[in-house]
């Protein structure tokens, strides 16, 4: 089995950001999964857990200086992961809270996530409304006039994407040409 070096979680830091945007926690949190998968085969080697615990705090350490370097060298961006990810986001229907909270999981500051929904090219939230509804083919973009009971379950389905009561109830009471006049001017 290899050993846990500082060039091998820089070379493996380099090689998911080849693949992946990341952020800084979220480099942080490969290369600690690659130091405990490590230590697990390691302890099933039958290694000295104390060796194998040491080395495994010095490889965090190490770790933590890799992704912080990076970050210094402009390789990761966590402001432009966020706006990249949120304009991804809502641009294919998820409310602005879904996409804050898909950003913290991912290990943004909260900060930094609402300065990325409040950039000039990001779509608003009624736009995002318009795109949910649309790709469930409800509201303005339904076959036929809902029934009081269908259109209840489309606010809820709004709702539950997180999207206001007052936003989802103007989306689903948009004309079609409107609505699709909307998400031409959105893009």
């Not at 290694?47 to 495994?56: E, S």
């Amino acid at each position: 089995m290899p050993k846990i070096t500082e060039p091998a979680l820089r070379e493996a830091a380099l090689a998911h950001l080849a693949r992946f945007a990341t952020t800084e926690a979220g480099l942080r949190r490969v290369l600690g999964n690659r130091i405990r998968r490590w230590a697990r085969e390691a302890a099933a080697e039958g290694q000295d857990a104390d060796t194998i615990a040491a080395t495994a705090a010095t490889a965090q350490a190490q770790a933590a200086a890799i992704a912080a370097r990076l970050v210094q060298a402009g390789a990761v961006d966590d402001a432009l992961f966020a706006q990249a990810r949120a304009r991804r986001l809502q641009g294919s229907g998820r409310s602005a809270r879904a996409t804050l909270a898909h950003l913290a999981a991912k290990g943004v500051a909260a900060e930094t996530a609402r300065a990325a929904l409040s950039h000039e090219d990001m779509p608003g939230e009624f736009a995002a409304a318009l795109i949910l509804c649309r790709k469930r083919r409800f509201g303005p973009f339904a076959a036929a006039p809902p029934a009081p009971e269908l259109r209840r379950k489309w606010l809820a389905s709004l709702a539950r994407a997180g999207f206001s009561g007052e936003v989802a109830r103007r989306a689903l009471a948009l004309p079609r040409g409107e609505a699709e006049r909307l998400l031409a001017e959105a893009r």
